[in-house]
């Protein structure tokens, strides 16, 4: 009995943590900004790493076949 009793009260105090919105459609544009952000942010320098990395360069086929030209 003394479980249930205990389960019972940490079911009633995290009812009384959780947000409960009364429209399900209304959404935090301030936390849905700074998400983006952070995304943009990570995918820019995503980007610089990728155009400034000495090993993602394109090699140069050409010096090694000639014969490829037409």
Not at 7 to 22: D, N, R, T, Y
Not at 27 to 40: K, S
Not at 61 to 70: A, G, P, V
């Amino acid at each position: 009995m003394s479980q249930f009793s205990v389960l019972v009260m940490l079911a009633v105090l995290c009812a009384f943590f959780v947000e409960i919105e009364a429209n399900p459609f209304v959404y935090n544009y301030e936390r849905l900004r700074i998400g983006g952000l952070i995304i943009a942010g990570l995918l820019v320098a995503g980007g610089l790493f990728v155009l400034l990395n000495p090993k993602c360069t394109r090699k140069n086929k050409k010096s090694e076949d000639d014969t490829s030209e037409l």
